[in-house]
């Protein structure tokens, strides 16, 4: 089954809200740990106006955030209030359904949708996607403070999955589609600990496509570009502005962190990623856990025709040995689950790691995201799995540590579920490392939070600096 095309009882918690709320706090069963002080900021599309010809990854971003305090959670949520947003609250006309769609008419400036991710940087909480700079929102009340170019310097698309390398403290980041969206310009820099631009380069890769995820070493940047082709002539002809061309085969960009922008292509299984686990270094080889698919799901040929059943995404590990002249990198299954969305430590981050989490799917034909499943690679990649009732689904697993220095996956990890049966969620708190015992509170939502993309953690003491 296409992984986007899923059951009745998943695409029910794809409509939009049409409210925007403060609840709380919040009912809990169970008991909140100590210490689990801060707040989950989460982020997804959710479009004005519902239509189901519309692509999931359209519509306009609405931010949700959990705060968590002195035992009780309260809610907030807030649509991203972009030029977009502004210009169809007031009537004008767009059509939103496809990817790349236009913008409406008379905008000062095109800030984009802003439903990919949202975290904070230098003080800066930021809603973000791939086709836009980043929109800053207030910290405390969500409001839209506007797009932020950091004093001028960025320009055109901004990731929506930045690195924070925790040993710097700087945010890695990358673009790609050049000035048009669609071409084979990419561009990556970082951004240090105060929110300054440090460095910007520019690079093209073998030939346009999308390029969803990045990765990080302590030496090394690494793009994954996989044959999901753009093409500007294609859409002007009236075809798909991203399609499904394997023969153009698969390239990683490898790019030295020296600052000399050295990148070296290395081939790579033809295949369509779009997460990135992890990745390190180790004995002159570079290892990259994706989620690899044998083709991308919900995106078409060339002709506009579907590509049909491509599988679900299984979790990988590319090899890249620096030490043989062919370059071309290895791929090997690594964990016996499938799935999507996967985390880490984010304290491990571009290092040698131990656990990973991710929303993964049933075995044997059932629900799709109804498993929460801890990965342990110190242990043949052995699973822990929280199974879910079919009816209900996970959003992505966000892990939060227990202290800034406890070791590796000691903290817990929350996610958002859906309830199908209630069309309503909760979320659910896990110790991270025995996610299979079950939540060990569970905090109840009286609505639904449509099935979103991607959030981040704030530790209590960034949030207090932030606001003031």
């Not at 009912?27 to 689990?36: D, K, S, T, V």
């Not at 690079?203 to 990045?214: E, G, K, L, Q, T």
């Not at 299984?314 to 990198?329: G, Y």
């Not at 689950?337 to 989490?357: K, L, S």
Request: charged share 20%.
């Amino acid at each position: 089954m296409n992984q986007l095309a899923q059951p009745l009882s998943y695409r029910s918690n794809h409509p939009p809200i049409d409210f925007e709320a403060d609840c709380g706090p919040l009912f809990i069963r169970g008991a909140l740990p100590a210490g689990l002080e801060g707040a989950l900021v989460r982020n997804g599309p959710n479009p004005h106006h519902p239509d189901a010809a519309q692509h999931w990854f359209a519509g306009h971003g609405m931010v949700h955030r959990f705060e968590f305090s002195n035992g009780d959670v309260t809610y907030r949520n807030r649509w991203v209030r972009t030029q977009r947003w502004c210009a169809e609250r007031a009537g004008a006309a767009a059509d939103v359904r496809g990817l790349g769609a236009a913008a409406p008419q008379g905008l000062a400036f095109d800030d984009g949708v802003a439903n990919t991710n949202v975290l904070m940087h230098g003080g800066r909480l930021l809603a973000l996607e791939e086709a836009h700079p980043p929109v800053e929102l207030d910290v405390a009340t969500l409001g839209t403070r506007g797009q932020v170019d950091f004093g001028g310097v960025l320009r055109g698309a901004f990731t929506a999955h930045p690195k924070r390398d925790p040993r710097t403290g700087e945010l890695l980041f990358f673009s790609y589609g050049g000035p048009d969206g669609l071409g084979a310009e990419m561009t990556a820099g970082s951004i240090d600990a105060n929110g300054r631009v440090t460095r910007v380069c520019r690079f093209d890769a073998p030939y346009a496509s999308m390029v969803h995820d990045f990765a990080f070493t302590s030496r090394h940047l690494l793009f994954p570009v996989t044959p999901l082709t753009a093409s500007a002539e294609r859409v002007k002809a009236g075809g798909p502005a991203y399609a499904w061309e394997p023969e153009f085969g698969t390239f990683v960009g490898l790019m030295r962190r020296d600052g000399s922008g050295e990148i070296d292509w290395w081939q790579g299984p033809v295949c369509f990623v779009f997460h990135v686990m992890n990745a390190w270094e180790r004995d002159d080889c570079i290892h990259m856990d994706v989620m690899q698919f044998d083709a991308p799901p919900n995106f078409p040929w060339p002709d506009g025709r579907a590509i049909g059943d491509v599988g679900h995404a299984r979790l990988c590990r590319w090899t890249f040995d620096l030490r043989r002249p062919e370059r071309i990198a290895t791929s090997e299954v690594i964990a016996d689950a499938t799935g999507e969305f996967p985390r880490v430590d984010e304290r491990f981050a571009g290092a040698q790691y131990r656990h990973g989490w991710l929303a993964g799917h049933a075995e044997q034909g059932g629900g799709l995201f109804t498993r929460i499943v801890h990965i342990d690679h110190d242990h043949g990649s052995r699973k822990d799995v929280y199974a879910l009732d079919d009816d209900d689904a996970t959003s992505e697993p966000v892990f939060v540590p227990r202290e800034a220095g406890s070791e590796e996956g000691d903290g817990w990890i929350l996610a958002v579920v859906f309830r199908g049966a209630q069309m309503r969620s909760d979320l659910l708190v896990f110790d991270a490392r025995h996610v299979s015992a079950g939540p060990l509170a569970t905090v109840e939502i009286p609505h639904r939070v449509p099935n979103g993309f991607h959030g981040n953690w704030i530790a209590a003491r960034d949030l207090a600096l932030a606001r003031g």
